[in-house]
């Protein structure tokens, strides 16, 4: 998929299939000349081993993007444009049509990989080492007449705010990664056209542990 659809290199070592909090993922980032660069990165902007003391664990695997400029965990990499594309072939939403969570799978209607927008850090580790960690964008998904079925429907008397990740198109993908303006940035995120898109029902599949627990943390 990275070669074929992204013309870039793998990684050398292995990921898991499904990302899920802390676990370590490829990810596409601006590289040396403003070329395409994949480094594993840690789903979730600061792992939990990063928690600054006192303060539990909170998840920061997505970022709105109406406040992803004031948000401590996200804002000073936001403005500083540390933009990346998270590859994928597909992702899962719960679906409350029913009146319970169904667990659905999101992809192109083509069914071909594709990538959806994010922004990186990095952190520096007890023994000295550089990690890096990530988290994905959303925007508000209201109208959008495929995504507004996912996730739970808003309690009596509060707004509705359907939430959606941002897959950008293939032929922004350079322009994307080598956007540094950050009201720039923002005009790339867009709903995508909901006939390109294919969502059915999945099963659900409990989180596995990495195969070897990586000192960055968990992801796909």
């Not at 970022?63 to 992803?68: D, G, L, Q, V, Y």
């Not at 659905?104 to 890096?132: K, N, Q, T």
């Not at 707004?159 to 198109?169: A, F, N, Q, T």
């Not at 990664?177 to 969502?199: D, G, K, S, V």
Request: glycine content about 8%.
């Amino acid at each position: 998929m990275l070669v074929d659809r992204f013309h870039v290199t793998p990684p050398e070592r292995e990921w898991e299939g499904e990302a899920y909090q802390d676990y370590l993922t490829p990810i596409i980032r601006r590289g040396p000349g403003g070329g395409r660069q994949v480094v594993l990165a840690s789903f979730g902007m600061v792992p939990k081993r990063h928690t600054p003391q006192g303060f539990k664990p909170f998840a920061t695997m997505n970022a709105r993007t109406e406040t992803i400029g004031q948000k401590p965990s996200f804002a000073r990499f936001w403005h500083a444009g540390q933009l990346c594309l998270i590859p994928m072939s597909a992702f899962f939403e719960p679906n409350w049509e029913t009146g319970k969570a169904v667990r659905w799978r999101i992809g192109l209607a083509d069914d071909e990989p594709f990538a959806v927008a994010g922004i990186w850090r990095s952190w520096r580790e007890h023994d000295g080492s550089e990690s890096l960690a990530f988290t994905a964008l959303t925007i508000n998904v209201d109208d959008h007449p495929l995504m507004n079925r996912f996730h739970k429907p808003p309690a009596p008397g509060e707004p509705p705010d359907k939430r959606g990740l941002v897959i950008i198109h293939p032929a922004d993908y350079d322009a994307w990664l080598n956007c540094h303006n950050p009201e720039l940035a923002r005009t790339f995120l867009q709903p995508y056209p909901a006939e390109l898109m294919h969502a059915e029902p999945a099963p659900a599949v409990r989180p596995q542990q990495p195969k070897q627990a990586p000192e960055q943390g968990s992801l796909f």
